[in-house]
């Protein structure tokens, strides 16, 4: 079965510049969820959402925010781009837990 | 406030000998726990996990050890091969909680 897909792969942007990632998960998998990962901060969490409902937020300023669909696909956006926002966004899906959790390969964003 | 911590940030390891991953938590309330493995270029892939009810988990290679009292696991992988060079995450949970909470990872090296 496909797995997790995310697009895109690689980005560039500028500061003060809004992104918008997208995550598939895998079908029959409900629940998204997405995890910023920076050198030496490992993987921190950013929001979870269940059948479109965030269930779930992270520390992280209102500029991050997310949305999921009915067919459970799911984006999230950054707001006015930091520089400090460089970082690989992974997604992960699962079928409304942490089992089973599965990861995409991840959108490796720069901001310059 | 970091509540999984790896405290090694690189481990090399000769082939064939065993190597020792070390994770150590701060929240008592975490009741599951989980081993990632990630190659460069890749979300991260499950690995095993273990139960606050258990302080012994094996598969295959894999046996990760759960010592309450110290809030402290490990995993161990016996023998190691040179596949298994890779940046390995763990992580920990909580009941209900719908999040993971990752250490920053420890890069492992195994040389021929």
């Known amino acids: 079965k496909a797995g997790v897909t995310q697009t895109p792969r690689y980005l560039i942007k500028t500061r003060g510049q809004q992104v918008t990632l997208s995550c598939s998960p895998i079908?029959?998998?409900?629940?998204v969820s997405w995890y910023q990962q920076t050198p030496g901060q490992g993987l921190q969490f950013l929001f979870e959402?269940?059948?479109?409902?965030?269930?779930n937020k992270g520390n992280f300023p209102g500029r991050f925010s997310g949305r999921q669909f009915s067919n459970s696909r799911s984006e999230m956006n950054v707001s006015t781009l930091e520089l400090g926002d460089s970082a690989l966004y992974l997604c992960?899906?699962?079928?409304?837990?942490?089992?089973?959790?599965?990861f995409g390969s991840g959108t490796r964003l720069t901001v310059v | 406030d970091q509540q999984v911590k790896q405290n090694s940030p690189s481990l090399s390891v000769q082939e064939g000998r065993i190597s020792i991953l070390n994770c150590d938590y701060t929240?008592?309330?975490?009741?599951?726990f989980l081993w990632y493995k990630k190659y460069p270029a890749e979300g991260p892939t499950f690995l095993i996990s273990?139960?606050?009810?258990?302080d012994k988990n094996e598969d295959g290679r894999f046996t990760v050890f759960l010592n309450k009292s110290a809030k402290h696991l490990s995993l161990h992988i016996v023998p190691s091969q040179p596949g298994d060079s890779a940046v390995y995450f763990c992580?920990?949970?909580?009941?209900?909680?719908?999040?993971?909470?990752f250490g920053q990872g420890t890069r492992l090296t195994i040389n021929p």
């Open positions: 959402y269940f059948s479109e409902t965030q269930r």
């Open positions: 929240n008592s309330m975490f009741d599951y």
């Open positions: 992960a899906s699962s079928t409304g837990g942490y089992y089973g959790y599965t």
């Open positions: 992580a920990a949970t909580a009941q209900g909680a719908q999040k993971l909470v």
């Open positions: 273990i139960s606050s009810i258990k």
């Open positions: 079908s029959g998998h409900r629940s």
